[in-house]
């Protein structure tokens, strides 16, 4: 059985997408948001509206699926299925805000930044996550965060989106499955 | 999410799922070779041996890049270099290279059913990529991942087949993996060309090809196999040409959006007019597109993760 307490409501992650859009429209510079596969990108979308909003110019917007970056391919028993990535601007020369739901060990990050080189020399890379739950296992920091908290390692951060789940929450989990 | 087998040595291995997932991999794969850097690091590390025992430039060089896009090393064995030449026997030369420990064996043979021997014979996967007068499987997917591409969908097409069909493993393995996934099957060719035992497949035999043409969505020719004509099954090319070749005379009842497919090597003038071939009803080149993300999409299923 798991115990299920609600972190985030819809107007709580609105709030937070809103303040982080305020502080990427005071850099005044024009920035391509790339969300990572899979709930990174309904929520860079969300991100974009704001910016969109404040800004009155449309982010450029991109999707990544780091899959293939993994560093525990060979690891791994099931494999992951391979979803599209479309990065539908040139990333040479470009200001990239990677946004994800959630940061934790950061080889997630590390891996999409792999990736984003692939496709040109961005001017730089920041990262906006939603939910920062400690436990790096890679020197990796968010630029934007909506919400940092202490979690321990039963516990699961699950960041739900309308586009994927029927419905925008941010809940934490406690896995028993998980506790040896 | 996993392939339901070890080894791709046929269609037959294949269940619908898997099916879709290669194509659904694949599909998405595609993007890498537009990238500036044209390489992912998902199979680094890893060694592919490709094996062939038989002329090949399109396919070895489709496995070869679909492995270097996914950043795995590649070693190219064929039967003129090897020891085979020097009278070892293949299942020796296959055990000598199992010693060296590649994660996957792509193998193509002029004989039937030599990937199914080396698939016991070896730990890791086996790819087939043509057995004699069996079957090859990746270029039938390759053929569904581009008619799915062009058409939208699969499930209730009409695809004809058009030539050699005794001769041809891709014949074969895309009857089997097209009737598999809903699509209408015709075949035609000359008589002298038809496996006697067509009926046990579920598709419509003619031999006259103006009786499939005017209702195919995608239209497959076959290479006329000069290597593998024993005897004479037709007096002459030109009426090859004339009775059983696409050209304007034969497509003049094909549907206006009718696709055009052929596994290549083109024998231009023979089973298709060059004015045909180089036509926008011509998908041939897309086809050599979508055999490297098909074979990406394969390798990284195949050794992608550890053995379950």
Not at chain 1, 58 to 76: F, Q, W
Not at chain 1, 80 to 88: G, R
Not at chain 2, 112 to 124: E, Q, T, W
Not at chain 2, 186 to 196: C, F, I, T
Request: charged share 25%.
């Amino acid at each position: 059985m798991a115990e299920t307490k609600l972190l985030m409501t819809e107007e709580q992650m609105d709030q937070v997408f809103l303040e982080m859009a305020r502080k990427v429209a005071a850099n005044g510079e024009d920035v391509a948001l790339i969300g990572i596969r899979s709930r990174g990108v309904p929520l860079a979308h969300w991100l974009a509206k704001h910016v969109e909003t404040l800004t009155k110019r449309t982010p450029k917007l991109g999707a990544l699926d780091i899959n293939l970056y993994r560093d525990d391919l060979s690891e791994v028993g099931e494999h992951p299925v391979i979803k599209e990535t479309d990065i539908p601007f040139k990333v040479e020369g470009t200001g990239i805000i990677l946004v994800d739901d959630v940061l934790y060990t950061g080889r997630t990050i590390r891996a999409a930044m792999d990736a984003i080189v692939d496709f040109g020399r961005p001017k730089y890379v920041r990262l906006a996550v939603l939910v920062d739950r400690g436990w790096r296992e890679l020197p990796i920091q968010a630029d934007y965060t909506g919400k940092k908290i202490e979690t321990t390692a039963d516990e699961v951060v699950k960041v739900m989106v309308k586009e994927l789940d029927g419905k925008n929450e941010v809940v934490l989990k406690k896995d028993f499955s998980k506790r040896f | 999410m996993n392939l339901s087998t070890h080894h791709i040595l046929g269609v037959e291995d294949l269940n619908n799922q898997d099916v879709e997932l290669i194509l659904k991999t694949a599909e998405n794969l595609k993007e890498i070779s537009l990238r500036p850097v044209k390489k992912v690091p998902a199979l680094r590390g890893k060694t592919i041996l490709l094996c062939f025992f038989e002329p090949s430039t399109r396919t070895r060089a489709s496995f070869e890049m679909a492995a270097k896009r996914l950043s795995a090393d590649t070693l190219n064995f064929s039967a003129s270099d090897s020891a085979i030449n020097k009278g070892e026997s293949l299942l020796d030369t296959v055990r000598n290279l199992q010693a060296m420990d590649p994660d996957l064996l792509v193998v193509r043979h002029g004989f039937s059913g030599i990937p199914h021997l080396l698939a016991r014979a070896v730990r890791c996967p086996v790819i087939n990529a043509g057995d004699g007068l069996h079957e090859h499987p990746t270029q039938a997917l390759l053929d569904l991942l581009t008619i799915q591409n062009i058409k939208k969908k699969i499930k209730g097409l009409n695809v004809a087949i058009i030539g050699d069909i005794a001769h041809s493993r891709v014949a074969r393995s895309n009857i089997l993996l097209l009737t598999k996934m809903g699509v209408k099957v015709s075949v035609a060719g000359p008589a002298s060309m038809m496996p006697a035992a067509i009926d046990q497949y579920d598709v419509e035999v003619a031999y006259d090809i103006r009786e499939v043409i005017p209702k195919a969505d995608v239209i497959m020719m076959l290479r006329i196999q000069r290597e593998r004509q024993d005897a004479c099954r037709f007096p002459s090319l030109r009426e090859y040409a004339r009775f059983f070749g696409l050209n304007k005379q034969t497509m003049k009842d094909a549907k206006k959006d009718v696709v055009i497919m052929h596994p290549g090597p083109v024998n231009r003038g023979v089973e298709i007019a060059p004015e045909i071939a180089d036509s926008p009803h011509s998908v041939i080149l897309d086809q050599v597109t979508n055999g490297v993300a098909v074979r990406m999409a394969l390798l990284y299923l195949l050794c992608g993760g550890k053995e379950i």
